[in-house]
Every structure is written in structure tokens, then in C-alpha cells.
């Protein structure tokens, strides 16, 4: 080996294993190819081997390996302990046996100066397994047989060599076929390579089962893959576990620590409880506090739970775009649902927007959040979703009138005094006055009724079905089983997609155009330069219904005039447009650019009316425009962290070997300097990457990062599984179960006899498999089988009275049994 050291270890290694290098009695190093037609006679290839040479490699590897003497390995030196170690491992898997690591000696310095390993079958099995008197399940297979086979090198301090003391080749156990060494524990293992590929299938949602079948066809066969699938889970876990090395809540932690070094405007909070443990937590990064300084009037508010392990509730904070897309605020995990919690969310989230509060805010109707709400945000218009209103009138009133006209008072706009008119008819008209699930909704009215809510901007949204909606998506990254480590890094995958599809929807508005379709070409030109393509499409509606308002007059007050519509076929319903030509301002009584913030239809009746070729810009509002992002608001330009930038670099590289090596697959010459470049190349890359100090052993962390994960940075502890109310799964209170013939809860004392009911249920499938086959015989009949037919039909027929003479006989035995049980 010399000054080469790993260089020709390695290349030894892999002539070796190729079927192309050996050693000569007197230990010189020999290369020959096994694909090459050795130089002899045809005949006597024939004869001794009988056939081409190509279809014995399992004779020329045992050649190989017994041409290795003792006085060959005796004389290699090695640069390092791992290089020893690789020699002996491919020795034993040629040879048809496995190792595992001995006794050791290090010095002070952490250098090993001495190193063992031997073969898997040494030692004996410890006496008491064999005696074991409580075996619950059959006891392992003994594999251990005593064997002396072993390997030893030694550190030379003069040569800074390791050279080696012992080998003993003698086995005194048969050694593994071909077929059965792939499954010695020596001989399997995980890359890091290999672990960066599964890795990175696993955070897009593949399973560990998905990714082996997914090496096996990449290798060409589960032989060739030189691992297990339970390899693979326990390289998956091990790696799971140094991640959360200091506990799961560090990990977290230090995760959103590590965003905030790359990200200045990265803000996290967290809370601790009594016994030191995680108890909330908050994060927004400098994409949502952006958004919510551009977008942040509207703010829904919901929970979703079944998110991670600890069954922490999950608190979404989301808004909604100038795109018409969902946009996440911020997020939070709680360890309960009560005000102070929900206050704290909120206090949080205002420190983090550094003190701008929503104009608008929108919750499910929680009694707790809405409490928080009125703390916390007193000024804020706070709505209830009408979807989840509606379900709770349906299974607290069992009027379906009720409901059907309850929804058109929630949605309608209606004047304040005509809604009252309307809920008192309903209510006396269904007879549910004296309900006090009815009269509670009625205190709240200012919550829900669009009578009460009209004026007040909340963006087009009635119901949290958009945050409805982006739990659905987040359950596709987050599940139940998940650490809050794993967790913080799945959420922080699908934000990423989310704001993936919203520079998709930016591409478009940017940079490309719609067709106009209006009979109004100016108008809609106008609206396509302004408005977002979502946000034009929904007021290209409004224009088209500018032609059917018909006009009522108008009346001209100094510099204002007001035009009065009405609807074609319904003048029962007037709105009132007001046009101030000096500010060029329109204001229409629907009210609906002050909820909506679109012009409506009114107003472009008007726009035409005055020959207006552009929406005038106090009929615009910028939250819905393409330049909303006229300037980044400090926002600093996003950098990767150290973890997602090697990542990235390696599916990079990835994808750019993938077409050279398909195209060198199909030639042999191709193949062969590719696979030599890729050897070459990676000893001196692992080279570099040891010197460099991102690692060493691959199965064993480097003692370094096991001394920096030792220290704690926030001294958490990790928190406890909560008990939420929205968590039905694990609720205390479990639903009683009703039987199934009368719909009373079960008890001891109550239950019905299962036979009977069940011996009803037959005799009602015979029936029906009677007279399906009657009919099936009538059609054959009328097709001209009618001597066919007339014999299955006596045969069922006898089967029929055979069956339902057993089911009376069954069911007078059961009765006399119940009759004895009673007495």
C-alpha cells in the first residue's frame, strides 16, 4: 500500500470484488478479467470448464480467494482502522462468511491502536437462553459455533500504518452460498448515499416500503440492492433519533432557530409550562409577515387536530391573496383550548405583525376563541362561519324549513329592520320560539346575518371552508404519528408547494393575457392591466351583468348625480349608484366594493352611462391588483439553510448523472470507464469530506456532533400528549354502543338473542336467492330452455322448503333454550 494508502486499498477492493485482481503464491498482486476468454485451447475451456467462461464467476471468485495466503494478508498495511475493516468484510463476503467487530484498544487521543474483528459464528450462546422456563415465543436460531477465524491489525507508530498481527483463515462451520450471503448482517448495509435518496422520498410521502421496491428496481433485483427492508427502517430510524438527540422538543426548536440565522424576519415564541416542558408554540417567517402586511384585513382563525404525536391542536392563521389563494399567516401548536391559550396565540401573532391587527376576523363559532377574540381584538369585525351554523341547525332542529329559510337569512342582504320581521315570522311560523338553541343564535345574530355584517370587508368569504380546505392539504404532509421535529419540517415542505402554485398564478397575471369577451372591449382591457387573472375573471362577471339593470332615472345634486336600477323582471329591488365626477368616486347601496372590494355591477351600468373607457382608480382596490407588491417591505431574499442546500446539490447531481448513465448501460466498453471514473472519483470525495470534518464511519456519528448535540440550547423538555375537545379519537367518553334490533343502549340486562335475528336475515337471503333464480329461469325459458329451467326450479324449490324447515327447527330450539335460561 504504501503512500497510496485508501487509494489502492480501494482499487484493490474493487478489482477484487469485479472478478479481476488476485494474489499469486508468492503474494504479488495479479489482474486478469473474467470477461476475457482465457488463453487456451477451446477444447480444453470445453472440457474443464464446460462452457464459456463467463457463466462460472462463482468458480473463478473461489479461485480468487484461495489464492489469498496468509503470508499475502500478513503483509498489507492500511492508512486507517475503517480501511482494515473493508478489506476483511469483502474478504468475508467472497469467501462466504460474516464479521462483526471485536475487542479494541484507544489511546488518549481517541486513535485506535489495536482492532479485532472475527467471524459472526464466534463464541457459544450464553447457557441461561437455553434453560429460559417462561418462553412466550420460539427461540432464535443459534448461529454462534465457536469459530477461531478472526482478523487483527495493529497501529505502527513508526510507519503510521496500521499493519496486521493475526488472520486465521480456518472456518469449522460450512460457509454461506452465493444465494444466502446477501443476508449476513456484515454484508448489508445503507450508504449515505442510498440514505440521502430514501431521505428525500420519504419527505415527499413516500413509504419505506414504496422506496426499497424502488432501489430493488433501480439494482435490478432485491440481491443486488445489498440491503434489507429492514435495513432500510432502522437506517431511517437511527437517523430519526440523532436528529432528536436532546429530546424532540430541542429538535424543533432547533430547527426554527436555524431558520431564524438565515432568515432575519424568521419569528418563533414558544411558552413552557410548571415541569419545564413545551407547552406552546409559534412561528411565522418572513413570506407570511410580508403577506399579512399586504393582506392581513381578513384573518380566519381555525384548529385542526390530529396533526403530530403529543395530539397538540394545531392552530392555522390564514388569509386569502390577491390571486384568490389561501395564504398562512402564521401557526401554532397548543396544549389546550381555553381563553388564556387562545389569547396568548393572539398576543403572540400581534407581536410578530409588530402590532397591526386584522380588520376583519372569522372563527367557527368556539366559545373560547370568540372570547379571546373580543379580549384581544375589540375593534376587529368578528363573522361566524355560516357552514358551521348550518350544521349545527340541522342536528339541533329537525325542521328542514326551518333550515332551509335560516340559510337565506344568513345570506341574503336584507335591511336590519326587515330581518327582523323575517326571523320573527320564521321562528313563530316552525314553532320553535321557546328553543333555546334558536334563541341563543338570535342573541348572536351580529355574527352571522349579512343584515348586521354589510360594509364590512372580509374579502368575499362567508365560511372557514378555506381554512377548511387547507387542513385537508396539510393532512397530506402531517399525520398523528409524527415528532414536533418531523413535524416543523413537513409543514415548513408544504408551505413551500403552496407558495409553489402561487408563483404559478403570479406567472400567469404577469405574463400572459386574457381573451376579451365583452361587448365592452375598453372596460375589460382595463380590468385584465389591473386585476389578477382570478381576481378579473370574477369581475368580467359583474360587466356582463351591467346589461340587464334597467334604468329608474337620475337626480343631480351639485357635483354629484345618483342613478337609480333596477333589476329586468324585478322591480320590486332598486339600488342606488352615486358618482362624484370631481373625485371621479362611486358609491353603490349594495355595498358590495366595501365588502368585496370589486366594482359591481351597478357601477359599471354608470361607467357606461358616463362613457368611461377605464376603471376609475377609486373603484380599485390595491389588495386585489398585480403590483400589491410594489416594493418587498424589508423583506430579506430567503437562504437556505446548510441541510437544505446539501440536499438540493444532491438531487442536482443526481438528475444530471442520470442521462450519462442511461446512455452507457447499453454499451459494455461505456459502462466499464464510466463505473472506473465513479470509483476514482468517489475515494477522493470521501476523502475531502473526512478532512473536512462533515464525518467519518458512516454506520457511527462523529463524536464532534455528538458533543454539540450534548449541550442543550433551550433546555426544554418534551411535552405531553393533550387531551383536546376536537380530538373525538382519544376522547375519555366513550359512545355507547345501541343494539341494533330496538336502538337502546346495551347492557347486561338488556340483549336480544343474536340467533334469531341473524336466522331472520337468512331466511330473507333465501328468499331473495329464490326468486332471482325464478326470474333467471323465466328468461331462459322464454329463450327456449324450458325443460332446463322447470328442473332447477323443482331443485330449488326442494332446497327452499329443506332450508326453511332448518330455520324453524333452529329457531324453536332457541326459544326452548332461552325458556330453560329464564326458569
Keep these: 500500500m504504501g503512500q497510496d494508502g485508501v487509494l489502492k486499498t480501494h482499487d484493490m477492493v474493487q478489482e477484487i470484488e469485479k472478478g479481476k485482481m488476485g494474489m499469486d503464491g508468492c503474494g504479488r498482486l495479479m489482474s486478469f478479467d473474467l470477461n476475457q476468454e482465457p488463453e487456451c485451447d477451446r477444447d480444453t475451456c470445453s472440457e474443464e470448464s464446460g462452457g464459456s467462461i463467463g457463466g462460472h464467476e462463482d468458480e473463478e471468485a473461489d479461485e480468487l480467494v484461495g489464492a489469498i495466503g496468509v503470508d499475502d494478508v500478513m503483509k498489507l498495511t492500511f492508512d486507517t482502522e475503517e480501511e482494515a475493516g473493508e478489506f476483511y468484510n469483502l474478504y468475508a463476503k467472497l469467501s462466504g462468511f460474516g464479521i462483526r467487530k471485536s475487542n479494541a484498544k484507544r489511546d488518549e487521543d481517541g486513535i485506535s491502536r489495536f482492532r ?6 464466534e463464541g457459544y450462546r450464553n447457557e441461561k437462553w437455553f434453560n429460559y422456563e417462561d418462553r412466550k415465543r420460539e427461540a432464535k436460531a443459534i448461529t454462534r459455533t465457536g469459530c477461531g477465524a478472526c482478523f487483527r491489525v495493529k497501529y505502527d ?15 469449522n462451520h460450512p460457509l454461506a452460498s452465493e444465494a444466502s450471503v446477501q443476508h449476513l448482517r456484515s454484508h448489508r448495509k445503507v450508504s449515505d448515499a442510498e440514505y440521502a435518496q430514501a431521505k428525500s422520498l420519504k419527505l415527499v ?10 432501489f430493488v428496481i433501480k439494482a435490478g433485483g432485491y440481491s443486488n440492492v445489498g440491503f434489507c427492508i429492514k435495513d432500510l427502517y432502522n437506517r431511517m430510524d437511527e437517523e430519526r433519533r440523532k436528529d432528536i438527540f436532546n429530546g424532540d422538543a ?26 419545564g416542558r413545551l407547552a406552546r408554540l409559534f412561528w411565522s ?22 396533526t403530530n404525536k403529543y395530539r397538540k391542536p394545531l392552530v392555522v392563521l390564514a388569509g386569502v391573496n390577491n390571486h384568490l389563494n389561501s395564504t398562512i399567516f402564521g401557526c401554532a401548536l397548543l396544549s389546550d383550548e381555553r381563553i388564556e391559550t387562545y389569547e396568548w396565540v393572539l398576543s403572540t401573532f400581534v407581536e410578530a405583525m409588530k402590532g397591526r391587527k386584522p380588520v376583519a376576523v372569522m372563527t367557527d363559532g368556539d366559545s373560547a376563541m370568540r372570547r379571546a377574540i373580543k379580549n384581544l381584538l375589540p375593534d376587529a369585525c368578528h363573522r361566524l362561519c355560516s357552514w358551521h351554523l348550518h350544521r349545527n341547525a340541522r342536528s339541533n332542529i329537525r325542521c328542514e324549513e326551518f333550515n332551509n329559510r335560516l340559510y337565506d337569512l344568513m345570506a341574503r342582504k336584507f335591511s336590519t329592520l326587515e330581518f327582523e320581521d323575517r326571523w320573527a315570522r320564521l321562528v313563530n311560523e316552525c314553532g320553535v320560539v321557546e328553543n333555546e338553541w334558536v334563541k341563543k343564535l338570535y342573541r348572536r345574530r351580529r355574527l352571522w346575518a349579512e343584515a348586521y355584517l354589510r360594509g364590512n370587508f372580509f374579502a368575499g368569504m362567508r365560511s372557514t371552508q378555506r381554512c377548511e380546505k387547507m387542513n385537508a392539504f396539510l393532512n397530506e404532509y402531517l399525520n398523528e404519528k409524527m415528532r414536533l421535529y418531523e413535524f416543523v419540517r413537513s409543514f415548513d415542505l408544504a408551505i413551500a408547494w403552496l407558495r409553489h402554485t402561487e408563483s404559478k398564478a403570479v406567472h ?5 393575457k386574457p381573451v376579451l369577451t365583452t361587448i365592452l372591449p375598453e372596460l375589460e382591457a382595463s380590468a385584465a392591466e389591473v386585476f389578477t387573472r ?6 368580467r362577471k359583474h360587466l356582463n351583468r351591467q346589461g340587464l339593470l334597467i334604468s329608474e332615472g337620475w337626480s343631480e345634486d351639485g357635483g354629484s348625480r345618483t342613478y337609480y336600477y333596477s333589476k329586468y323582471g324585478g322591480h320590486e329591488i332598486s339600488w342606488r349608484v352615486v358618482y362624484d365626477r370631481s373625485m371621479e368616486k362611486l358609491i353603490c347601496s349594495c355595498m358590495k366594493f366595501e365588502s368585496k372590494g370589486i366594482p359591481c355591477a351597478h357601477m359599471f351600468r354608470v361607467m357606461v352611462v358616463e362613457g ?3 376603471i376609475p382608480e377609486a373603484c380599485i382596490s390595491k389588495r386585489w391588483t398585480k403590483g400589491v407588491y410594489s416594493t418587498n417591505n424589508g423583506m430579506k431574499a430567503f437562504v437556505a439553510d446548510e441541510q437544505l442546500t446539501q440536499m438540493a446539490r444532491y438531487g442536482t447531481l443526481k438528475s444530471s448523472c442520470n442521462s450519462m448513465c442511461y446512455y452507457a448501460s447499453y454499451m459494455d466498453d461505456a459502462f466499464n470507464d464510466l463505473q472506473q471514473m465513479f470509483d476514482k472519483h468517489s475515494v477522493d470525495l470521501k476523502e475531502k469530506w473526512i478532512e473536512r470534518g462533515y464525518g467519518g464511519d458512516g454506520f457511527a456519528m462523529d463524536s464532534r456532533v455528538m458533543n454539540d448535540r450534548s449541550r442543550r440550547t433551550f433546555g426544554l423538555l418534551d411535552p405531553r400528549v393533550s387531551r383536546c375537545k376536537g380530538d373525538q379519537k382519544h376522547s375519555e367518553t366513550k359512545k355507547k354502543r345501541k343494539c341494533g334490533h330496538c336502538r337502546q343502549a346495551t347492557t347486561n340486562e338488556h340483549a336480544h338473542t343474536k340467533r334469531i335475528r341473524t336466522t331472520q336475515q337468512f331466511m330473507m337471503i333465501i328468499w331473495k336467492i329464490v326468486w332471482m333464480n325464478r326470474w333467471k329461469n323465466h328468461l331462459k325459458l322464454v329463450r327456449g330452455g324450458a325443460t332446463q329451467a322447470n328442473g332447477e326450479d323443482k331443485h330449488l324449490h326442494h332446497k327452499h322448503a329443506v332450508a326453511v324447515e332448518g330455520t324453524q327447527v333452529t329457531n324453536k330450539e332457541v326459544q326452548e333454550k332461552d325458556e330453560a335460561q329464564l326458569l
Excluded: P
Aim: hydrophobic residues 40%; negative net charge.
Design 116 to 121: 479485532k474483528w472475527v467471524c459472526c459464528c
Design 157 to 171: 507508530t513508526e510507519s503510521v500504518k496500521y499493519v496486521v498481527t493475526r488472520f486465521i483463515m480456518e472456518h
Design 205 to 214: 410521502g413516500a413509504r419505506i416500503c414504496q422506496i426499497m421496491k424502488h
Design 250 to 275: 430541542e429538535g424543533a426548536l432547533g430547527f426554527l432557530a436555524a431558520k431564524k440565522d438565515a432568515d432575519d424576519m424568521f419569528f418563533y415564541k414558544y411558552h413552557v409550562d410548571n415541569e
Design 285 to 306: 417567517d418572513s413570506k407570511s409577515r410580508v403577506d399579512f402586511s399586504v393582506f392581513g384585513d381578513v384573518l380566519v382563525f381555525d384548529t385542526t387536530y390530529k
Design 508 to 512: 400567469t397575471s404577469e405574463n400572459t
Design 534 to 539: 382570478n381576481v378579473f375573471f370574477m369581475v
Design 612 to 614: 368611461m373607457n377605464r
